[in-house]
């Protein structure tokens, strides 16, 4: 079956007329319809012939052509062949070193995913670094394709080209499953993959699923996908429930110490060795940065497959030991097959921008550098047998890059000053928001002090005088996501960066979104020091206040200042000091009123005054709830076409209505 040549012949003749053209072209999209799910033949002379004979409608018709009977640009994957993997790749998902263990549960959630009649759902898998949600989506893959699916990864580059030259048009084949590793490194082109796909989901010919995976379920990169914004329903309603991919149980893990042993021909681990196995994994599921993961569990076991010790009975080891263990095991192995330290800075670099192509290299990297890439063998060491010649990826599993980093950091940096300093400006220069993507993960995975050193090299690259806007920009915006993660106890060195951003939004004023940066940063540090150190934030809304009144044309401060006022609001109601909650819904208030044009003050506006009146019912202070649910119920009918007010009066009044309930007062209720 297929689009019959002569129907697109047939076209031909009426392309001189539009009116014509364009009716006819309609027949035509109404054929592929009916077709749709085939293949599409188009003969090359008459692709030569409309393209000669027309610039109205044909030329687009022939890209639709072309994109619909494609399958997406999937990475192709590697294949098990019963070889070891040399060195680094074997901890690599798509290498499959060990047998897949574990994990009925989550794939019975993914296979659930597939199933149903809907043209097209999506589901967001999340857990720490290393905790296996690639090897499970590969898994997922492998089930899926034996029961004809088309499956696949695409990585961030394929995926943006494909969202920009074929998304729009493409129509799947048969059913297909689309994995997006990491959307936080491209969030606009999953964002316009999503909704592509959902706003069109009723003339698919085949159901599609996409099944994203990354660290968290929020985070500054889920807001960029737009569920909010109108016109984002069919997406929402597409959206299956988020999948968590946790620790795994006891039995699994010592499943992957027994399938380590058996990878490395080893006899299997003795009771004494699987129990001491057990309890350092334990140790570990209590340590900062990581805890007891797939990846833990493989690396711990790879050391005493080695021979290698780990701990003391009164100190057990931590993630980031068994990190440098494998670096050094490595080592050795990259020095037997010439990867110097040439190749180190190259692997460095391609590990910070989350990967390098040979046209970066020879656009900028042989002359900064002064290095070449490794060679295709050399890649393969590290990134396993199925390493495209004309790209260096990262060094993965992400945790172990981010180490070797470090170390690289510490060592091969330290003793070439001048390529350290070069390295960090090229990862800015080339790719700066995969840089900025990097350094956040290193904040989950690496100790505090070793992605402090990490924070201040790439920091002093991307806001020095040579850095130019780009790296100010990316640098801003990590700053913003840094400060979202600060706690009571790590809040301080948040404030050092803010004080840096805001060095460098005084610097470069003709640069706004500094700016932004900076209060959107300050709003993230008033939230999370607002119930231990009030003064403190305080003085950060003090700061808020400033930018806002010195820069009145940059409406954004102004929203961030009522951000801020509210966050400092809800940490005195939770010291209890009502008082000082009350002069701050005012300030909400006189903004608001000052600046109507301004829908998202009344936001602010309204949750102090929800937040106030709650405060209130706990105290069972009736009488002070009341105006405050007045002031709601106001906002709610003077603008209608603000729901979130809406939504803040119904749970006010229902609150109040529950405190006279609870109080016997029924008339009240009643009214």
Sequence with gaps: MGLLITRVVQ????????????????KHQATLRANRGDRVWLDPAVTVLVRAKTDHFLPDLIRRIDGIAKDPPFIQLHKPTGQLPVGFARFRFDTRWIPFIGRLEELAKIKDLLSGDQPFRWMLGYGSGGAGKSRLALEACDQASGEGWVTGFLDRRRLAGFVTEACDVWQPLRPTLIVIDYPAEEPQSVSDL???????????????RVLLLERDAQGEWIKKLGLERSGSGSLTNARAPNLLVGSSNTADMLHIQRAVYQARAK??????????????????????????????????????????????????????????????????????????????????????????????????????????????????????????????????????????????????GAENPRRREAVAALAWALDPRPTAVFLLRCAADLPADQHQELETWLGRAATGPDAGSEPRRWWSAYVVERTALATADTWRRGKDMLNGLERLASTYPEEPELRVRLARSTVNLVARIGVSDLAAAQALSARLETLATEHPDQLELRVELAKGAFNLLTGHLKQGDLAEAQALLARLETLATEHPDQPDLRVQLAKGAFNLLTSHLEQGDLAAAQPLLARLEALATGYPDQPELQALFANGAFNLLTGHLKQGDLAEAQA
């Design 194 to 208: 999503l909704h592509g796909l959902a706003g069109r989901a009723e003339d698919l010919a085949h159901p599609v």
């Design 267 to 412: 006899a299997p681990p003795t009771a004494e060795e699987a129990k001491r196995f057990s309890s350092q994994l334990a140790a570990l599921a209590g340590a900062p940065t990581a805890g007891s993961t797939m990846l833990s569990a493989m690396l711990l076991a790879d050391a005493m497959a080695r021979g290698e010790a780990f701990g003391t009975p009164g100190q057990p080891p931590t993630s980031f030991d068994l990190y440098q263990s494998a670096l050094k095991h490595e080592r050795g192995i990259w020095d037997h097959h010439g990867l110097g330290a040439d190749q180190r800075a190259v692997l460095a670099l391609a590990t910070v921008t989350l990967g390098l192509t040979r046209r970066d290299h020879d656009r900028v990297i042989a002359d900064k550098l002064e290095v070449m890439l490794p060679t295709p063998t050399q890649c393969r060491i590290v990134a396993g047998p199925d390493c495209d010649t004309d790209a260096l990826p990262p060094l993965r599993p992400d945790p172990l890059g981010e180490a070797f980093v470090a170390e690289w950091l510490a060592t091969d």
């Design 11 to 26: 076209l031909v003749p009426e392309v001189d007329d539009p009116p014509a053209a364009n009716k006819a072209a309609a």
